[in-house]
């Protein structure tokens, strides 16, 4: 959540140094939003047994529906490539596989045993040499103050929403009064 709250500030930071605007957000014309919401919501309810897994993987299901019908506004490939990345991965190894060496370096290595105890959550797991592509796991750190083990999936997924955030805040809507010497047409 910190690594999309900072893409998020500094997305709009970019798009004002652009020249862009957060009203020009408004401008974005998102299909089908309500699934991205229950997609976020899918992937914070932790029910006992298997039923996290199975609420990851509905979630990926419904975030790609999201994604491939907004695919037209900009970034949203980049978006599609991260979630089919993380959801791959998730899916080959029912749960994200996470590096120890990632989670050391990037200060968490006490997180290690919440992944490998009895309790250890069903979305992720510690990784081994048994995870298939465990180089799309959550292997890359970032060190404190963020402190995150992240995929090559979620650097797409983040990229993709600076695109978005940048290009919506430069759109220009219909509403804006036309410029000096400028000719509005009609159409």
Same mark, same amino acid.
């Given at each position: 959540?910190?690594?999309?709250?900072?893409?998020?500030?500094?997305?709009?930071?970019?798009?004002?140094?652009?020249?862009?605007?957060?009203?020009?957000?408004?401008?974005?014309?998102? !299909?089908?939003?309500?699934?991205? *919401?229950?997609?976020?919501?899918?992937?914070?309810?932790? %029910?006992?047994?298997?039923?996290?897994?199975?609420?990851?993987?509905?979630?990926?299901?419904?975030?790609?529906?999201?994604?491939?019908?907004?695919?037209?506004?900009?970034?949203?490939?980049?978006?599609?490539?991260?979630?089919?990345?993380?959801?791959?991965?998730?899916?080959?190894?029912?749960?994200?596989?996470?590096?120890?060496?990632?989670?050391?370096?990037?200060?968490?290595?006490?997180?290690?045993? @919440?992944?490998?105890? %009895?309790?250890?959550?069903?979305?992720?797991?510690?990784?081994?040499?048994?995870?298939?592509?465990?180089?799309?796991?959550?292997?890359?750190?970032? %060190?404190?103050? *963020?402190?995150?083990?992240?995929?090559?999936?979620?650097?797409?997924?983040?990229?993709?929403?600076?695109?978005?955030?940048?290009?919506?805040?430069? !759109?220009?809507?219909?509403? @804006?009064?036309?410029?000096?010497? @400028?000719?509005?047409?009609?159409?």
């Amino acid at each position: 959540m910190k690594l999309l709250a900072l893409t998020l500030l500094l997305s709009v930071a970019v798009g004002y140094l652009l020249g862009g605007r957060v009203s020009g957000l408004g401008g974005l014309r998102l !299909r089908w939003a309500p699934l991205a *919401l229950a997609a976020l919501v899918l992937q914070v309810i932790v %029910p006992p047994g298997t039923w996290p897994l199975v609420l990851l993987l509905t979630s990926f299901v419904l975030l790609s529906v999201f994604v491939v019908v907004n695919r037209r506004i900009a970034g949203f490939w980049l978006i599609l490539v991260g979630v089919a990345l993380n959801f791959a991965v998730i899916g080959l190894n029912g749960g994200m596989p996470v590096s120890a060496g990632a989670l050391a370096a990037s200060g968490q290595a006490s997180t290690v045993g @919440e992944l490998t105890g %009895p309790d250890h959550g069903v979305k992720h797991h510690l990784a081994t040499g048994t995870d298939t592509a465990g180089f799309l796991g959550d292997v890359i750190a970032i %060190p404190p103050p *963020l402190a995150q083990a992240i995929s090559l999936g979620d650097i797409f997924t983040y990229g993709g929403v600076a695109v978005v955030v940048i290009s919506g805040m430069r !759109r220009r809507g219909a509403a @804006e009064p036309v410029g000096r010497g @400028e000719v509005q047409h009609a159409g």
